[in-house]
């Protein structure tokens, strides 16, 4: 079945920390890969994506995610967050196709004290 | 930067009344979508849309619900018959369809249906 698993729920850090989200997927075939965020009160924008090429991906607001396909994983990090990146951050997979539906992951709330 | 629209912000209905979301997709996009998100839980898929047709339905989209495009800009999801477990909230999305991963969909802020 095709499923995103996010390892935490919930992460809380202080300004300047360093952030891993994780991320695997199950997903037969060829797929492309997102991280959407959603700050508070806000829609969900897209931070980056994979799909092909240079397995490491840099997206917006200094954020990088790695594509490791013997892993099925594509783990979101930031060398040193910001009070500003606090959000709901969404780890996603659709098909290598053009217009395929997204399967999300549950979500990984990120919070950061000032 | 255009960006795709949704109309009410919060809906508040009674069980059993029908209700109308609407979404203005981005003007040159061709593909639409419906995800719905009942709090605490995961973004999920309902239905997607080109041409006039339904592309893909999940399980959830039975039914009861039905989406169209009426005109040449909004796309509107219909609930005919609401239920309790209706209340969530419901994204549109858009896309070009451009051909294999380089396709994005861009997301509406969301309607928050509350069904009493």
């Known amino acids: 079945a095709q499923s995103v698993s996010q390892h935490n729920h919930h992460v809380i850090l202080s300004e300047a920390a360093s952030l891993e989200l994780g991320c695997n997927y199950s997903y037969g075939g060829t797929v492309n890969l997102f991280w959407y965020v959603q700050y508070p009160g806000q829609h969900l924008q897209l931070l980056l994506k994979?799909?092909?090429?240079?397995?490491l991906v840099k997206g917006i607001k200094g954020f990088e995610a790695e594509f490791i396909k013997s892993k099925f994983s594509f783990n979101l990090r930031k060398p040193s967050v910001q009070w500003s990146d606090t959000a709901e951050y969404f780890c996603a997979v659709n098909a290598y196709s053009s217009a395929s539906k997204i399967i999300f992951g549950s979500g990984t709330r990120l919070s950061i004290r000032p | 930067e255009p960006e795709v629209t949704q109309t009410p912000s919060h809906q508040v209905t009674q069980m059993g009344q029908e209700v109308i979301l609407r979404c203005v997709p981005i003007s040159n996009h061709l593909y639409f979508y419906w995800y719905r998100q009942i709090l605490g839980q995961k973004v999920e898929f309902l239905v997607s849309?080109?041409?006039?047709?339904?592309?893909?339905k999940s399980e959830i989209f039975d039914d009861q619900f039905s989406v169209e495009r009426p005109d040449g800009s909004n796309f509107t999801l219909k609930i005919r018959s609401t239920k309790l477990e209706d209340s969530a909230m419901y994204f549109c999305?858009?896309?070009?369809?451009?051909?294999?991963?380089?396709?994005?969909?861009?997301f509406g802020p969301g309607t928050r249906l509350t069904v009493l």
């Open positions: 994979y799909f092909s090429g240079d397995p």
């Open positions: 999305a858009s896309s070009q369809g451009l051909a294999g991963g380089t396709d994005t969909q861009y």
């Open positions: 849309f080109y041409n006039n047709e339904i592309s893909e």
